[in-house]
């Protein structure tokens, strides 16, 4: 028995199955449905590890590799989909509509012309090329294909390329993101290096190369903080400085990365001395001290001697006990305890410009400075997706409003019969049809 044709063409089989599965709308359908599920799943289990890290902003979510692994198929399916709509749009265009196929599927419109002269028939190719229809009446075959709207369907295509340059944008996020926290202190330069204290992952591109915070300003209103401007300036690796009031909510954006103000508290200076007038201690100390009562402590290095500390704004002492007024610095108060291990030796009170005893020490308080922290935050890529996005929105309106119009004619014996449709708004393009049933009733009709 010789042999079948079937089997020559079996091994090809699954490779057409498979390029067909690449731009099929229902696999589209499905890995849209399971990448916005992987995006809910990620948000409803807000500050989980994703990828070995944790997720900081909206943004790091999305770009995880979960949801990055599920949208490249999603990148090949669309891509495949893309090619092949511009490949059967551009060769339309390209045949300039000589070979205008119009397939009428599911009809919305027919109607049957009767008492057609046919020496008229030629003319219904001008009643619907002056309604914007192009294609043409074949006299041979006695028989017309005209479309309109068909643009609309490069809508669809930009719509496709949008998510092609959404899924890019995520991964160039994914790859370039980067979060980390600065410390600087009021009137001190500091190199990234003494600068970042939290990160992570390693920076993708070089820092700046020195930190200051030049000034730190609350404003209050009724004890209330109603703003806080903090003069940043920072020396790019070019040489180049840059200084800018960053405020709550009011980032800043320079050398690659975005500065967020996110804290701030209280860096008290301190002069601690012996007995014998050796000083142990002269600098600004950040202490976290915020709100009012907080308790922070450090040690002198090389010694056995620490330190807590407390801070009231506008501090007052009520039965040797330290109280506040009111949030706002006013007449800041220091309580300070002397402690050798998890003994207390001393403790007092102090105002900027005193000092207090605390047994074989004394602790002086010339005056006060801030210190802030700031979220450093590279997320590149991002430009790309809001680019995409708007060229979604493009796609969606274009694809939307312009729809396409089909009209398909063929001679009768002594009549005309008119089949119409429209892939959206049926009812719309009813009245449309109406129009045109009624002109070109007009023109072909039989006359004595």
């Not at 979060?179 to 330069?189: D, K, L, N, R």
């Not at 180049?240 to 860096?267: C, D, K, S």
């Not at 430009?383 to 089909?406: D, S």
Request: glycine share 10%; aromatic share 10%; charged share 20%.
């Amino acid at each position: 028995m010789g042999p079948q044709k079937s089997c020559g063409r079996a091994p090809f089989f699954p490779l057409v199955t498979l390029a067909r599965l690449l731009y099929s709308r229902d696999l589209a359908i499905i890995l849209l449905f399971l990448m916005t599920a992987l995006i809910i799943y990620h948000l409803q289990h807000w500050g989980t590890v994703i990828s070995n890290r944790l997720a900081s902003t909206p943004l790091e979510v999305v770009a995880s590799y979960t949801l990055l692994s599920a949208g490249v198929l999603f990148v090949i399916n669309v891509t495949a989909c893309s090619i092949q709509r511009a490949w059967q749009e551009g060769r339309s265009l390209l045949q300039g509509g000589r070979e205008l196929r119009v397939q009428i599927e599911g009809l919305s419109y027919r109607y049957l012309i009767n008492g057609v002269n046919p020496a008229r028939l030629g003319e219904v190719e001008g009643v619907l090329h002056r309604r914007g229809y192009r294609g043409y009446w074949d006299e041979k075959a006695r028989q017309g294909a005209f479309r309109r709207g068909s643009s609309g369907r490069w809508g669809s295509i930009l719509y496709h390329a949008c998510y092609m340059l959404v899924i890019l944008g995520l991964y160039l996020v994914q790859q370039s993101h980067f979060v980390g926290i600065i410390v600087v202190q009021e009137g001190v330069e500091v190199e990234p290096a003494e600068a970042l204290v939290e990160k992570d992952r390693e920076p993708p591109a070089p820092l700046p190369v020195a930190y200051r915070l030049e000034d730190f300003r609350i404003t209050y209103e009724q004890d209330h903080i109603t703003d806080a401007a903090s003069t940043l300036s920072l020396t790019l690796p070019g040489g180049a400085r840059h200084t800018r009031t960053v405020r709550i909510n009011q980032p800043w954006t320079v050398g690659g990365y975005t500065y967020l103000l996110e804290r701030y508290g209280y860096a008290p200076r301190l002069v601690v001395k012996e007995e014998a007038g050796k000083t142990l201690l002269d600098s600004y100390v950040n202490l976290v001290l915020i709100p009012a009562g907080e308790e922070d402590g450090f040690q002198i290095p090389g010694t056995p001697h620490g330190f807590r500390v407390r801070l009231y704004p506008d501090g007052y002492l009520e039965g040797g006990i330290p109280r506040t007024r009111a949030n706002e610095p006013r007449n800041p108060l220091l309580w300070i305890s002397h402690w050798k291990g998890e003994k207390k030796l001393a403790e007092g009170a102090v105002r900027p410009g005193g000092t207090v005893e605390l047994g074989q020490v004394s602790v002086s308080f010339p005056g006060w400075g801030y210190w802030n922290t700031y979220r450093v935050v590279s997320e590149r890529g991002g430009g790309l997706l809001q680019v995409a996005l708007w060229l979604g929105l493009l796609g969606l309106l274009w694809r939307f409003l312009v729809t396409e119009k089909q009209i398909f004619l063929r001679a009768r014996e002594g009549g005309l019969e008119i089949t119409g449709t429209s892939e959206l708004y049926k009812s719309l393009f009813g009245r449309e049809f109406e129009l045109i049933r009624a002109e070109l009733e007009r023109v072909v009709a039989a006359r004595d």
